[in-house]
């Protein structure tokens, strides 16, 4: 008789929370969403820093001359094992503006840049000077594809083949890296003065303090790879703190509704289960059915939540993003968030619940005599 009636009433409740139960599912799905396109982003920009910032040292000079300076300085300094110059430009592709970059081809580049799509023999085409490779952001702005022929806005030579594209996250602009050689060629007149070094780790401090003490370089002319990750990871952070606060309020907003309408319907509750009551069934277990009924369809409600925010999450990853910025991320999904935001539901409900549930206990048997007699 007992599973009948929480079934029944069970069916009779779901009308009277249905706009509570809605808030909180939106809360939820919302939350699946928008979290598990954050944690995606968070981790696909972890392993892009990885890639990008390959060398240990960073350094970018004043002038021309001062770049000459630093190059014969750091020739002769043992501990560096490498120094990559690269310069940039501006210019424009189809009436858009772009950025030019040019780099010395290395073992550091051809290792770790984050390649989204590539030719055979990319490295060695853009080292001859008869290939580029473009930011993701241009290649879906323009249509263009690996093969694809370009002409760039005050180029020497007649065009240039893509070869690559790369991932570029956080940049507006569209791209197209190329090889220095190239870049003085084609723009005699590209900035210079940015320097990518390769040291020893055991070395990396000596050859700041040195470079500062030499060439009176600033803390922002002269970084350290992991400083570097630091600052853009903590950037990241602060960019989506918002979200995440946002989240949890509505979140929050959904068990206030919650408990606003269990609150409204708890004097109906004493009678509905007056005559469980009756039955002889205690104060404590109606308590306790309460409670469960409760928490099973918070339960059923935070299930629903979790298809649908997959669904908000493809669309915010795949269409939004792409939309927005011009670059895609990896679809991911995260289970341990649709555990937490389960568990999170079920307190919510709980506490959401407290109150009716402790009405319900210290209730006298003349209340419930009452709600029994006012349901005959």
Request: proline share 4%.
């Amino acid at each position: 008789m007992i599973t009948q009636w929480l079934w029944a009433d069970a069916r009779l409740q779901v009308p009277n929370l249905s706009v509570a139960l809605v808030a909180l599912l939106l809360a939820l799905s919302t939350s699946i969403g928008v979290g598990g396109m954050v944690e995606g982003f968070r981790n696909t920009f972890t392993g892009w820093l990885d890639q990008r910032l390959a060398a240990e040292v960073y350094v970018r000079t004043d002038s021309e001359g001062q770049a000459q300076q630093v190059t014969q300085w750091l020739a002769g300094t043992p501990n560096v094992t490498a120094v990559l110059p690269s310069a940039r430009a501006a210019t424009q592709l189809e009436g858009v503006p772009i950025e030019l970059r040019g780099f010395q081809v290395h073992s550091t580049y051809v290792d770790h840049w984050p390649l989204l799509s590539e030719a055979p023999q990319v490295w060695q085409a853009i080292e001859s000077e008869s290939a580029v490779m473009i930011n993701e952001q241009l290649a879906r702005q323009l249509a263009l594809n690996l093969g694809d022929s370009i002409a760039l806005q005050g180029m020497q030579q007649r065009e240039f083949t893509i070869l690559a594209i790369f991932s570029d996250y956080g940049n507006p602009k569209g791209q197209v890296m190329m090889s220095l050689d190239t870049l003085y060629h084609n723009w005699p007149d590209a900035e210079r003065g940015s320097f990518a070094l390769r040291v020893e780790p055991s070395q990396i401090d000596g050859l700041i303090s040195a470079l500062k003490e030499t060439f009176g370089f600033t803390g922002t002319q002269v970084l350290e790879q992991q400083a570097v990750k630091r600052y853009s990871l903590q950037l990241f952070e602060r960019t989506f703190a918002a979200t995440q606060a946002l989240n949890l309020l509505v979140l929050a907003i959904a068990a206030i509704a919650l408990f606003s309408s269990l609150l409204t319907l708890s004097n109906m509750r004493l009678t509905q289960v007056a005559p469980i009551w009756a039955c002889g069934v205690s104060r404590r277990h109606l308590v306790l059915i309460e409670l469960l009924r409760l928490l099973a369809l918070a339960l059923i409600t935070a299930l629903l939540a979790i298809p649908l925010g997959l669904i908000i999450s493809y669309c915010l990853v795949n269409v939004i993003n792409i939309r927005a910025f011009g670059w895609a991320l990896p679809w991911q999904m995260f289970p341990h968030q649709w555990f937490y935001l389960t568990l999170a539901a079920l307190v919510s409900a709980g506490l959401a619940a407290l109150i009716p549930i402790l009405k319900l206990h210290f209730c006298s048997p003349g209340e419930l005599l009452k709600g029994f007699r006012d349901d005959q």
